[in-house]
């Protein structure tokens, strides 16, 4: 089969969170200041934020070659040798050949190989490695068509890049821990979490680009097709991204595997990769012998250099400031390959940032007409309906609080009596503005001191005494916003007039249990600030005096209703999807206690299959990650398989 390569010539940008110019000389092109400065001030700090520097005559990077991919379903590694490019089948044993003009050459089959995602080559060895997403990393001769060996690896491994430097691998699955691991023996290295993406299909080792050495990983979040800059080795993800599929003909697509290679196209680094079962591409990453050099940044604060040393990071911040007015500039300076500067460039800004005076918040607490007499307020900063931070203070002996100090922003506040208090068995936790749930509660705006912000207390409501008793579990989702364990969290019991008739906290496990309830129809109410929810309701029949096993999920903005079935004991549970509908990405949480795997279907409402994968489990959660890239608007199914039990969940694509 013969192949047209396709090569567009588009204009490049900056690339890299520390920019590179050629060109011994320091020339005004070059010299560049850095981009899109901006500020914020929290109390007494001014924190700035801005872009490495940018050559405005080059808006995208260059798109080097894309070739359309032999096969479109499952084709999702890629890697080169510098002779051919090769892509790996995530579904299959296959690997497929292409010839560097796109011309398909054929298959590569190694025996007792299925399933390889990333590729990764080793030029010393002449060696293509990868993994079915297992902790098994294979060494393949593909001229050959022979598994050379294997390799015990730390854990399970999808995307993975070779770095000669220190003959080491980065590998991780999805958006597991980055693991480091040793070529030879499988040994963990060391370890770093994922950034602000995950989802990672493929890696690439980056050596070349200023400020490095990078890994660039190639993630399914955002657009699908993400390209991450990562700085080694701490692991760090820089804040450079770039939607590949933008520069492409491609759309609905997902990212796959990854590669660097020098001299594909003379004087320039490539990185190129897989957009699955679509392109096979290449993009100029960098030139191949840069010796203008960025060096980092200076911070001018009126005028006058604020840092003493050489700031690396594209962030900076001027603490401890006095109320009052204060202009700020930021500069970027380069230096040649032998560390001598070369010049400083013009200043990016300058932005004007204001510094008020810290602000008081505080009222009295009432419990009917008496005032609290031990108890804590807590205060939360919101930014919409985020909580960006949490205050507390105790109940002076007058039953009145205050938080000091604070900025002009918008918070909630509660008051909560103590457990010694002689109202903690009477009154409910309760918001300003009189309210149990943060969702009805007045928000406060605060624009100057404030001392009369009261709360009165809402009263527990009696409820008829009976053996009925209703239990569950809080767990964090995925995207929780929220760390550590799901300990401490207010429960309400509610009437089904809404009034509140218990509370609960909480325990280590996430418990919450009610008992001595009459029957009838109850509601019950997880609280935290931040994330909604609406009372689930719940009746207490002669038949079910007992409701056990209400799964609640904390999501990274509501709290959603999990399921409690019959599953195999190695099996704690299974959430539902959420978010649910979704139009990019939902996740779905198994808790189980054991190592053990599972077979994931996608079907839609007639029963057709529209993808499968294996997952392995490891023991306690497991968040799977759900893209609706390659899915219409419409309902769909999700199948857990394992053994003979199938567990399905509904989901909604929008």
Known sequence: MIRTITIYILIISALVARSQVTGVNARADSCLPPANLTGTVDLDDVTLNWNSPSDPGRDQWDVQFEFPLAFNNGEAGAET????????????????????????????????????????????????????ATDVLYRMDFENQILRGTIPVPGPVRAVAYNPDEDVFYANNWSSEIMVFDRQSGALVSSFPVGAYGSFYGFAYDSWSSGG??????????????????????????????????????????????FTQP????????????????????????????????????VFRDGLKVNNAVIQDTSFTDPDLQPGNYQYAVTALYV????????????????????????????????????????????????????????????????????????????????VPSTGSAY????????????IHWENASLIHLQQNMYNADISLVPFVSNPPGNGSISGRI????????????????????????????????????????????????????EIVGKSMSPLVYTLTSGEPDLQGIQLIVTEHQIVLGVDEVLPSWIEMISEVYPNPFSSQAYIDLYVLENSQVVL?????????LGWEKVELRPGKNSIILSAKNLKAGIYFLSIETGDVVVSRKFVVL
Not at 374 to 395: C, I, K, P
Not at 601 to 609: A, Q, V
């Open 81 to 132: 040798d510098g002779s051919y490019f090769y892509t790996s089948m995530w579904n299959d044993s296959v690997f497929h050949k292409y010839s560097l003009d796109g011309t398909y050459e054929g298959e590569i089959i190694i025996e007792n190989v299925f399933g390889i995602r990333d590729l990764a080559y080793v030029e010393s060895e002449g060696m293509m490695y990868g993994s079915n």
């Open 213 to 258: 050495p990078y890994l660039w990983g190639f993630s399914q979040d955002g657009s699908g097709d993400e390209l991450v800059q990562i700085k080694l080795p701490e692991g760090t993800e820089t804040g450079f991204t770039l939607d590949v599929s933008s520069l492409l003909s491609v759309s609905g697509s997902i990212a796959g595997g990854l």
């Open 263 to 298: 001299g594909m196209i003379p004087g320039t680094i490539t990185l190129g990769g897989v957009i699955q079962n679509e392109v096979f591409f290449g993009l100029e990453l960098t030139e191949l012998a840069p010796n203008f050099f960025l060096e980092g940044y200076n």
């Open 336 to 415: 040649d390959s032998l560390g001598a500067e070369l010049c400083e460039s013009a200043p990016a800004g300058p932005i004007d940032l204001e510094v008020i005076a810290a602000l008081v918040l505080g009222g009295n607490a009432f419990a009917g007409s008496k005032k609290i007499d031990v108890g804590m307020a807590y205060g939360y900063r919101m930014q919409g309906n985020s909580l960006v931070d949490e205050y507390s203070t105790v109940f002076d002996t007058l039953g009145y609080y205050f938080f000091y100090p604070l900025g002009s922003f918008r918070y909630y506040v509660k008051a």
């Open 424 to 435: 903690y068995d009477d009154y409910v936790p309760t918001y300003y503005g009189n309210s």
């Open 475 to 526: 767990s964090a989702g995925q995207d929780t916003g929220r760390s550590g364990s799901m300990t401490g969290i207010p429960v309400l019991l509610l009437n089904n007039a809404g009034e509140c008739i218990g509370l609960d906290y909480t325990d280590n496990g996430g418990q919450f249990h009610f008992s001595g309830l009459a029957l009838g129809t109850y509601r019950i109410l997880g």
């Open 601 to 609: 279907k996608i079907s839609d409402l007639t029963g057709k299959k």
